[in-house]
């Protein structure tokens, strides 16, 4: 702030200059113009020519007022230089703004083709910050000596002289590193995914180490080129091993075991798993593997539970989207009264299974007899479902399914009962009971 | 969408536009704060200071902290003025112009290692500067004259930089004080360094041409160039003169000895004295049957930016007047002992700096060219040169050359 205060201040005392006011009044001319125009045209509501006949018209129908303001600025600072050769500070602001409406133009055609989250992530994460920046930093070129600036020293830390431009890219270098990762990552994602045809749990995996190898080889070339010294980095080394060892082991060793995980394809995002703490029949989805803890979605109340990485190494756990394929066996038990000759009863119960939407054809649904308890015959219906999170849901269904089967075919889920033999020798054995 | 996208730029403008009307944003309350308590608006000005390409970093070094010093001192006796010094290569200088001057934001102040102004005058980059009588005292009488085209007065000189001679004082116990001399001393085996360009080697051209007189001529080439085309030829023969087109090559070759005797300037002096320290010897250049030898002077001038408001150009005269009053000169030259100052009114310790002396005696014997023969002599040297390299490399004799040379020299002027 120290350094970019007495800039504005030099600015402010070159706004008195005939030369600097004719390009601001131009600019807020163009402005004015710009407000009265667009007020009356209502360029994005009104009906555009071919706006039915192709589709792209009317993506971009929404940029309309930028494009039109556009075209005023950038044509009163052409006219400005064309008449006067004075024009560089209007013809810059122009061209940043310019430039500003490009990205809105590239941001609607990602949407068409990359997942939303990731270009809304990219967008006000990366982009909007990055103009903020590069549009001052632009600006202050514009006004002063930037080089210079860039290069003065700002801080000093043991050997290493930190100039204005190295605490930058330092900064600025780090968090765009950390933000701005995911859509190149993603892209080389998807070109891998089609040449190696990977399944989706193997992409997002892929995703995730790419993300993190660009990430970590940023921030080697950043400290490369602020040229930081090693012997700091070294003591920078000492310190965090020594924190490791204490208050940062948790956290690293997390780390760690989200790396591995990656890497081995154990957890992987897509994958849908059950802990073996976990919540009985309901498997969960893996959403994310951060740095620290996986995030995992559970159907049944739509929770996300963040489970700290290390815990997978742990614990035992089961996947229902492993190396073979995702597809997921069910069953429900159901007594039948003895009276039922069990050839009826498990073509009744296969016969059902077959009908309910999500249950596969194929692995077909197998019936069994499982045993003879007090009150009835215990039948097992297994079935396969491809969704391995639709096990609760697809049990209910086959579960309401057999149940109007059996009472179509007069098959009856007996209650809990028993038969009791009098004893004859006993007299009056009735009235004691 | 477009709806928010010009809220963003419309918030995004918000500060800008705080800064420009000075409402009671806090940003603009701390910067005209800055600039009320400490300047007024438009109080603060801009200087572009010419360094050259090439020149040794302890001349740049000293330059710069000579030109810094006059700005915190101006400061100090200023309150409330800002002033912003940016240095730019003499490659760059144009461009640098050029660019500040497309954005209506040139610099107020224009130090420039030459007197070529004449370029930047009718690009429009600077403008003239009036100076009232009295102003006018704080500058030899001699000097504004060859700053003034068209009956304006396009810049104000500082420092005055002669041509000279510097020689290796362990080699060279008697350094050549006639131009008979230095060929003498070539024959002996001492090696010797002159620059190639004709701008350097005008002292011999005006020196064999006889024009040795102290006035100013508005004819600038109007010697036969024979005898001078002779002599480069002779001297050429003798194997331990070398002409050298650049500069660095000369004092470079000093430094390590290879040459005895240089043709030099006195803005060198500090680095040479630095690199060489006892053994750095500087005389006048050899004199001519005729009389002393006219070496070119270089004139550090102030030019001033033609984009300035009122208020900055007032204060840019200011200060230029400010680096040529008696006081700044005196100090200035004091301590870079290797220029004349502009100010007459100066006396200097001239009986016991012999250096300072030489330099005083250079200058009173050198010409300082006006706008337009210095005009006419930068566009020369280009054309020049294959002539003089056709002499020098044997190629063609100096007879045969000089009358297309005389030519070459007359047409140009005429131009």
Redesign the interface.
């Known amino acids: 702030m120290n350094i970019l205060?007495?800039l504005?201040?030099?600015f402010?005392?070159?706004?008195?200059?005939?030369?600097?006011l004719?390009?601001?009044f131009v600019l807020i001319f163009g402005l004015i113009l710009w407000f009265f125009l667009q007020h009356n045209w209502q360029l994005?509501t009104r009906t555009w020519p071919f706006e039915h006949r192709f589709k792209f018209v009317a993506l971009f129908k929404?940029?309309?007022?930028?494009v039109l303001?556009l075209i005023i600025l950038r044509t009163f600072a052409l006219a400005l230089?064309n008449t006067s050769?004075?024009?560089?500070?209007s013809l810059?602001i122009s061209g940043f703004?310019g430039f500003?409406v490009f990205t809105?133009i590239i941001i609607i055609l990602l949407r068409l083709r990359v997942p939303i989250p990731i270009v809304k992530s990219f967008d006000l994460s990366v982009l909007?910050p990055f103009l903020?920046i590069f549009?001052l930093l632009g600006f202050i070129a514009?006004?002063?000596?930037l080089p210079?600036l860039l290069d003065s020293p700002v801080v000093m830390l043991g050997s290493n002289d930190f100039s204005f431009n190295d605490l930058l890219l330092l900064l600025f270098g780090s968090y765009f590193l950390l933000t701005g990762t995911a859509l190149p990552a993603w892209c080389l994602t998807w070109f891998f995914a089609a040449i190696f045809q990977l399944s989706k749990p193997a992409q997002r995996a892929a995703e995730l180490i790419i993300r993190y190898m660009i990430t970590g080889a940023g921030f080697v070339l950043i400290f490369m080129i602020v040229g930081v010294n090693y012997t700091f980095l070294a003591a920078i080394g000492g310190g965090l091993s020594v924190g490791l060892g204490f208050g940062l082991k948790e956290i690293f060793s997390n780390f760690i075991s989200g790396i591995w995980l990656l890497i081995e394809g154990a957890v992987r995002p897509g994958d849908v798993l059950l802990l073996e703490n976990g919540s009985g029949e309901d498997p969960c989805e893996v959403l994310e593997l951060g740095m620290r803890a996986t995030t995992l979605w559970r159907d049944r109340d739509n929770v996300e539970l963040v489970v700290p990485n290390q815990l997978f190494f742990t614990q035992q756990m089961v996947t229902y989207s492993g190396v073979r394929d995702r597809y997921r066996r069910g069953q429900v038990l159901i007594g039948a009264a003895y009276r039922h000759p069990p050839e009826q009863v498990i073509s009744i119960l296969e016969a059902v299974a077959a009908t309910v939407p999500r249950v596969l054809e194929k692995p077909a649904p197998k019936g069994l007899l499982l045993r003879y308890d007090d009150s009835a015959i215990i039948y097992s219906i297994r079935y396969w479902i491809e969704d391995p999170m639709n096990g609760i849901s697809v049990a209910s269904q086959v579960g309401i399914a057999i149940w109007s089967a059996f009472s179509r075919e007069g098959i009856e889920i007996p209650y809990p009962q028993r038969v009791l033999h009098m004893d004859s020798t006993v007299s009056n054995a009735r009235t004691q009971i | 969408?477009?709806e928010p996208?010009?809220k963003?730029?419309a918030v995004?403008s918000l500060p800008l536009l705080c800064?420009?009307a000075g409402c009671q944003a806090p940003l603009a309350q701390?910067?005209?704060q800055?600039?009320s308590t400490s300047?007024g608006?438009?109080?603060?000005?801009?200087l572009l200071v010419e360094t050259r390409i090439g020149s040794d970093p302890t001349d740049q070094k000293l330059n710069k902290l000579v030109v810094e010093q006059q700005v915190d001192l101006f400061k100090r006796f200023n309150p409330g003025v800002?002033i912003?010094v940016?240095f730019i290569t003499n490659g760059q200088l144009v461009k640098q112009l050029d660019?500040q001057?497309?954005?209506?934001?040139a610099p107020d102040l224009i130090l420039l290692t030459s007197n070529n102004l004449l370029p930047l005058w009718r690009q429009g980059l600077i403008k003239p500067i009036e100076l009232k009588p009295f102003e006018q005292k704080s500058v030899r009488a001699a000097l504004l004259p060859a700053f003034i085209h068209k009956k304006q007065l396009l810049g104000l000189p500082v420092l005055i930089f002669p041509q000279i001679a510097c020689y290796n004082r362990n080699r060279l116990k008697n350094p050549p004080a006639e131009i008979s001399q230095l060929i003498q001393l070539a024959q002996a085996g001492y090696p010797i360094g002159i620059s190639a360009e004709f701008e350097s080697l005008r002292w011999l051209y005006t020196g064999f041409g006889g024009n040795t007189s102290g006035q100013q001529s508005d004819e600038l080439f109007k010697s036969p160039s024979l005898p001078f085309l002779t002599w480069l030829r002779l001297a050429n023969l003798q194997p331990s003169i070398s002409f050298e087109s650049d500069q660095q090559l000369l004092r470079d070759g000093l430094v390590a000895g290879e040459f005895s005797w240089i043709t030099c300037s006195g803005a060198w002096l500090q680095g040479l004295e630095k690199r060489m320290g006892s053994k750095l010897g500087i005389t006048l250049l050899p004199s001519f049957p005729a009389g002393p030898a006219r070496g070119l002077l270089n004139a550090r001038t102030w030019a001033f930016g033609s984009?300035?408001?009122p208020?900055?150009h007032e204060l840019a005269k200011r200060f230029a007047l400010f680096s040529v009053n008696i006081v700044q000169q005196r100090n200035m030259a004091l301590r870079l002992r290797s220029a004349m100052p502009v100010n007459p009114g100066i006396s200097l310790p001239l009986k016991t700096d012999s250096t300072l002396a030489l330099i005083v005696e250079a200058a009173s014997n050198g010409r300082l060219l006006n706008l337009h023969s210095i005009d006419l002599l930068n566009v020369m040297d280009s054309n020049t040169k294959p002539y003089l390299d056709l002499v020098l490399s044997g190629d063609q004799s100096p007879s045969a050359i000089a009358p297309k040379f005389d030519s070459l020299l007359k047409k140009t002027e005429k131009r």
């Open positions: 205060l007495p504005l201040a030099d402010t005392s070159d706004l008195l200059r005939t030369s600097v004719l390009q601001l994005e929404p940029l309309a007022n930028e303001l230089y050769g004075v024009a560089g500070l810059f703004y500003c809105r909007r903020v549009g514009q006004i002063a000596d210079s | 969408m477009g996208l010009f963003f730029f995004g800064l420009l701390q910067i005209f800055n600039t300047a608006m438009g109080s603060a000005i801009n800002k912003d940016r660019f001057y497309s954005r209506g934001l984009q300035s408001s208020i900055q």
